[in-house]
């Protein structure tokens, strides 16, 4: 094809975007952002995003059938599951001027994802032992009201995923499709050729299950997760659920006299560390928060200054499904104080204490005074303030932190998701009503997984892996042309167009760039920003060896293959 | 593939719809109904899509270079063209819950088209005279409000089209390219088997210009449109634009006297018809329009009363972009009557009067006696009121018209509109200030046209037309498998088990039904029902004489063929 004819030219001068894959993708025409989170893709992204699709489609064939649903669900469906007003990016859509909604008023949901609509599909269909296990797949566009796009593709409020949904009749049967899925994606990130630096990370299983679902996380400079890898097993974890340990900080050997200070306003950690001269990790923060266990409806928690709260670990251990930070009026009813003054000394009695490990080690610490403008300084276990019986892991975790099981410091580092499976046992099922009919006539329920694969995102996270400074690199298998074909000087021009056709019969997609009316150097600069495979150039120089230079996009020398050896060298 | 792996099944007790496309691919397991006008595409119907799009796709890519737009889009590109308010199928996208809402209230645009996206992104990277011709597609999602959708696929409010869109520098290129996508549109209808039924149809050019637009026009026993054609010419017509003269109809000879009839409350031409026992054809409807004409704001129109109104041939008449019924404030102005006596008789000075030229040869007519609850019957040219300089055509044609320029019968058809290509010429590119720089500097206007074809609306059409009384017929191009294989008997299991493999790797698609729990009779009725192009069973009857029985769909009688013959017999 001519670059002529892409429709798209390169733009040098587009700005610096909050992402490498939006700066990029954008200066190489590749995408245009239609509005924040809301991209077109241009001929040069389309043909990639086809590509990936394909690669997708051939490894879930395997596994499962293709369909489409559609993006419009009735408000019902997600009333039925009681997610209309909990999803907190769901769009809806409604007629948009008088007219439209003149003769229709009705709203409908723009669907960020199908459990809704997927599982009284199958509901319609298969009812009975014989008809399981089944799996469905989508490739298909997903809306989002993302409060803050961010990300370039990573994080849009219009994107393209592949989202797989399978169906079982036992638990032993969900766990084996599981781990063929598992098998999937790697095949699938095998051929993107991202598949060496992608690892699988235990991550939140939702506030309905205490297992955990699993992504595919891509190693990447700019990620936007933190991975916890365990040295010696490989095992890894999202940040969101990575068992933590901090490391030891060293105490004071003797116990200091308490003292209790009046500081009006001194609130939060950072606050109270400049006004008292103390490090972080020897203060201990008091939160109180409101639960929807019937049980516990409030618990103080503390943790070490240092740290941040983990609300998915705190809920696990109080078995609920949603906490919020208590008000002030439930503050003061705990704790006798304003908010920014709870401490762990002298509680009210009856009201649930966790207390996370790492601050089990201090010694001397500081805690609020659970009294207004109070803080209590060189606090000690035992002294002042009992020493639980158990100690919790409610922290978030942070590098340089041990994995709690075998004491090892983690191995950290950024990753992007590229893939996510999620076990959802019977959540839409059961309030769907989903059974089915076993052998023996009776009605059973039914198990579900859900797997999703962001075609766009992917798109993103290549171009976060495979770029240099000069632009990106793109694999073999997803890149928009195999070769980049560059002509000098007439001869050259005539024997490039001869070539491209040669080189497109023979299977190679061939990107000419016929422009006449830019410098050679401009065309080997957007060559690299573009970044095919390989750049091919023909000229006089070349010709009167017979030959043409080629060089591979991930290499930097390039080197004189004679035309007569061009195929063979090229399919190597 | 085997029938148990396409996860939907035939549901031969499926309610009737209201259209045939509908019933059959819902009773096939085609599609499934989301809610109204918004549909799932099950494995059979998704695999038939894939083929629509990839033969759209192939001529597509001769004349343009794929891209895909969002759906998407933010207010003030509608905004831009004055079309926010003017869409009357516009949707609009926002927050569904307060949680959605909170940290983006937002609304946006869900696209119902692509002009206003198209434009910009065009203008962003095409400017120089050197840029054009170039044409840009997608196959894409779009969304209309429609208000009552209606016959399965062919109106929903959700549906993939391919939309087309060129850009040009001169009218000559414009209407070079316009050929173009025409010989591309009737490349893509001969290879989905329409072509032979497939007619190009003028159709309106919208309120910008007097141009007509032009359909593609499948016939169709329950086509939505009726389609006028010219016998001797073969030209043809959407009913909307087709000019049209009146049949004859026998008049008196002589006139009658005129006579004022009092008859409170009959209202419209039903009614006074039977009242006045008169034949409608007698009788004359007067009409008055308010207009968005400076110089014709009210105007006053008279038909036969067998005719409707055409307001699009009005429109151009008069030259205004919308006009509406007269208010009744406005129709008591100018006939000094209620609404339903108006009448051509004693009008008002100063106000323009249209006539339709069926009433011309009309003689002791009824009209309306512009006086409430006033007839008036044998009115007479000349006579009673005077006879006109010129009569306009302004009705609706009918079947039965003659065509105005040759005086032939049009031959009339029901079709269902399988295509349509548009000539925008500045209506766009004015708007958004969208020019190009000329050889000489000087900045030039850009002609644009688009072009559509509904990828869900074909597969709808072909079932509308390749279907019998047992299920549908599909072409070999688009079916969801080319053979359909059943087995009886064990030895029939195993010789097509081994059979489905022999095929395929023959390049044809098979669907193997393998199921064990329904009769050789019912699997006869559903392959009917699914409707592939090739029916394959094999037997131990058929194998005791090496043979299979295959059926063409499309033919009444299957014969034997050997095993040995059955490739080379599939090829033909």
Redesign the interface.
Known sequence: MKYS?????TDKNAKQYDSVNATLLIKG?FI?Q??SG??????L??RI?RKIENIVREEMDKIG??????????KEA?INTGR?????????????????R???SAE???NPTHEE?VTP?AK???RSY?DFP?A?YQIQ?K?R????PKSGLLRG??FIMKDLYSFHTSIEDFREYYEKVKQSYWNIFEKLGIKQDTVLAAASGGTFTTEFSHEFQTKCDNGEDLIFQVPSTKEAFNREVASSKAPEVPQDSEMKKIEYKNEPGVIGVEDLCRVFNIEANQSVKTLIFETDSKEQPVVIVALRGDYDINEIKLMKIISCTKIRLASDEVVKRVTGAKIGYAGIVNLQEGVPVYLDDAIEPLINFECGGNRTDYHILNVNWGRDVEKPKKFYDIKIAKEGDLFCETNEVYDTFKASEVGNIFPLFDKFTKVLKYTFIDKDGSEKPILMGCYGLGITRVLGVLVEKCHDENGIVWPYAVAPFHIQLLHIGDDGYKRAKELERELETNGFEVLWDDRD?ISAGEKFVDADLIGCPFRIVVSDRTLSQESVEVKKRNESESSLVALSDLIPFLKV
């Open positions: 004819q892409i429709f798209t030219k025409g245009d239609t509005m809301v991209y077109t893709f241009l001929p992204g389309n995003l059938v293709e369909i489409l649903m559609p993006g419009l669900s009735p997600w209309l007003e909990e999803v907190d990016n769901l769009f809806k859509v409604s007629g948009a001027n008088e007219l439209s003149r003769f229709n409908y949901i723009l609509i599909l319609k269909f298969r014989k089944f469905l566009t809306y009201n993302e409060a803050r409020r219009e009316d």
